[in-house]
């Protein structure tokens, strides 16, 4: 069963930076999946932010190409990976509970989600 734990959320002004970190464990097929980043607003359904694939093949919202970058680290020889998104020039539109995410052999698993808010 995958574990997956999101950190890095917090309170920023817009155009500043935040770096999420989702530390994936649990399954052996870990460094093969790809791991996702939604976001959810209040009021608004949960979006797909970006993906980066085993191979680090990334992609990405357009709502957030070009501000948003995603990266893995795969550990190797362990049921372990990280996923990070780097968020810069962030806006107020923005704001949402981000969520890791990841899908293993037919069921979908869920971080808790880190809050971000992008306020002056």
């Known amino acids: 069963q995958v574990q997956l734990v999101e950190s890095g959320g917090g309170l920023v002004q817009p155009g500043g930076s935040l770096r999420l970190s989702c530390a994936a464990s649990?399954?052996?097929?870990?460094?093969?999946?790809?791991m996702d980043w939604y976001r959810q607003a209040p009021g608004k359904q949960r979006e797909l932010v970006a993906t980066?694939?085993?191979?680090?093949?990334?992609?990405?919202?357009?709502s957030v190409k070009g501000r948003f970058t995603v990266s893995r680290d795969n550990a190797r020889g362990t049921a372990r990976a990280t996923a990070y998104l780097q968020m810069n020039s962030l806006k107020a539109e923005d704001t949402a509970v981000y969520y890791c995410?990841?899908?293993?052999?037919?069921?979908?698993?869920w971080g808790q989600g880190t809050q971000v808010t992008v306020s002056s």
């Open positions: 980066v694939t085993g191979d680090g093949i990334t992609h990405y919202a357009d």
């Open positions: 649990g399954s052996t097929l870990i460094r093969f999946l790809p």
């Open positions: 995410s990841m899908h293993d052999r037919g069921t979908d698993y």
